[in-house]
């Protein structure tokens, strides 16, 4: 039977009705891309995605990923007459608080969907991310007539997509790496929200990717679907290339505002919906689907899928017993899984005035595990000498040898960000990308998505302060931290010292459904003492008492980073002075907020109402510590070019500006006055009343 054929084209028609039932009941969607883009997606479902409903998890599955996340309903559909754990129930419940039919995509709570989607461009980056997952995992564990992994990575992008700067980013990587089995179907339909797309861009698409190093085909006829088929099986030709297909459609094809800006986000009226189900000789009857076409669809795809699924499985059968080690090492990455013992050689470092920079104990820490974690691979937006993230012995990742494990990202942070998603989102290895904390925002939205789709993500941000000094308040960063603490289910460290590197390493290598951010000193931290005891425990909670008052408490210093340092040398100070402080180190707020009330309150008693926090940072984030009658050392002004000890001094973050503002706060001068014993010691650091 014909791809354009009568039985094909009822399934194309069938899914774009689904789609707009659903947008209609929800009375919100977007049927513009539904309707030009169904023919493609029908052919690639199938014809030629591997995939088994029945096992959404095949580790050697195809990946699909839907960029132009406002075409849910579609993917939807799909998802559905594909025999996914997707009921017409859920389909109803579209838009309407049903956990599997959100109105964009989001990973994790739809069997088959792939990504969290709908900042437009991410999802081309994360599907990037997936096929060098793909590559990698192949490079380190096929062998000669043994293949294991070897899938495609599929991506359904728009003209928005294509528009966002980050495409430019991914798809110049993507090209340099040669991802021969990335191929990305390009819904070209001219239009965009606010109108046609010439009023904002004249790009020549061809002419771009063929300049990234991309295979370039063009399909005249978004409809015909042998056309469509005849393309996508010339991407998987051409396996030195990643692919492109334009594919030329008309946005809300059939409907009433055909070729429209109107029809991207307008549902149609129920009338336009029976008049277009009419004309295409469909049942009027809502959420409606032919017996038939249920039966082409799971047909096609069992008849074909479920022979290279039992191959897949009888392979690996086979590759256990010609290569048992690698065959366990693949079962470990693929399950997530920790070497027994893998921290053994992590050993604690002991009391040093000299100490190190937190990007070297992070260097440390890498250099120490990468042969414990093969899985384990990352890179740096072109700052990895800096960073200190380069895995020594272990090659980079390139055309040549994709079981490299350090990744050249070059200076595309955004993609960098959106490609370590994908990598996660594809599973079988841990992962880490690195820039300076100044340069967080450049990858923010990617760090949003990580986080919104529970995704074990690791990022190195070293150069955590104004200690940067003399590169001056351009890569100074300041209201970095608070703003990274603002974004729900990411867990942002900033350690005291070597220690709490280590510590904070073991929490991210560990994590399974939350990102994690390492801010990193660039100068040298002292080892602390007590760190090498308190630290793996302290860490993991989220803050800890690292030097308690001798005897009567008088209050709490909090601090995080190279000012826990600080803060110690303040309490001596005021020791002797006679006042009695204990000091807390809380390299992470975020888990310190989820411990019980026993341990925040033996932490921070609710009684001790004179606290101190102290940050090179904004001070945003730390009042809920202090409390309304607390004090806050931070930085709500952007630096200078000088050196950093200097500019530290000069914005008020220093041992004597800790102990003055003790004093100023907690001892007004009205009580200094009564404690004529300890007078003049007090005036050196309160300074005139």
Known sequence: MGLNSTSEQLAVDTLRALALDMIDKAESGHQGLVLGAAPMLHVLWTRHMKQLPSQPDWPDRDRFVLSAGHGSALLYALLHVAGYDLSMQDLKGFRQANPKTPGHPEYGQTP???????????????????????????GQYNQKGQQVVNHHTYCLVSDGDLME???????????????????????????????????????????????????????????????????????????EHPSLIEVKTVIGAGSSLAGSHQVHGNPLKADDIVDYKLDKGLSSQTFYVDRQVYDLYRSSILTSQLASYEKWQADLVNYQASYPHQAQAYRQA????????????????????????????????????????????????????????TLTNKGDFAPDYYQGCNINYGIREHAMGAILNGICLHGGSKSYVATFLAFADYLRPAMRMAALSKLPAIYVFTHDSIQVGADGPTHQPIEQLASLRAIPNLNVFRPADANEVQAAWKIALMARDRPQVL?????????????????DQGVARGAYVLSPAQGHRDGILIASGSEVDLTLQAQEQLRALGIELAVVSMPCQELFNEQDQAYQESVLPSCEKRRIAIELGASQSWYRYVGLE??????????????????????????????????????PSSQIALQADRYQAIASWAGPS
């Open 112 to 138: 088959g969907v792939e990504a969290s989607t709908g900042p437009l461009g991410q999802g081309f980056a994360n599907a990037v991310g997936m096929a060098m997952a793909e590559a990698h995992l192949a």
């Open 334 to 389: 693929l399950g997530g899984w920790l070497p027994k013992n893998w921290t053994s050689q992590l050993t604690p470092y002991r009391v040093d005035e000299t100490g190190l920079s937190g990007r070297d104990a992070s260097g440390e820490v890498l250099t120490c595990l990468q042969d414990i974690l093969p899985n384990l691979w990352g890179g740096s937006a072109d700052l990895a000498s800096s960073n200190k993230t």
């Open 165 to 239: 700067g980050i495409s430019h980013e991914a798809a110049s990587l993507a090209g340099h790496l040669k991802l021969g089995k990335l191929i990305v179907l390009y819904d070209s339909n001219d239009v965009s929200l606010d109108g046609q797309l010439d009023l904002s861009c004249s790009d020549h698409v061809a002419s771009r990717f063929q300049a990234y190093n991309w295979q370039y085909i063009r399909v005249e006829d978004g409809e015909d679907l042998a056309e469509i088929d005849q393309a996508i099986n010339e991407a998987k030709a051409d396996t």
């Open 519 to 535: 801010a990193l000193s660039r100068q040298k931290l002292a080892i602390l003492a007590g760190t090498d005891r308190l630290a």
């Open 630 to 667: 607390g004090v806050v050392l931070g930085l709500d002004a952007f630096g200078q070019s000088m050196a950093g000890d200097r500019l530290q001094a000069s914005m008020g973050i220093t041992v004597d500006a800790i102990v003055r503002a003790y004093y100023q706060h907690f001892y």
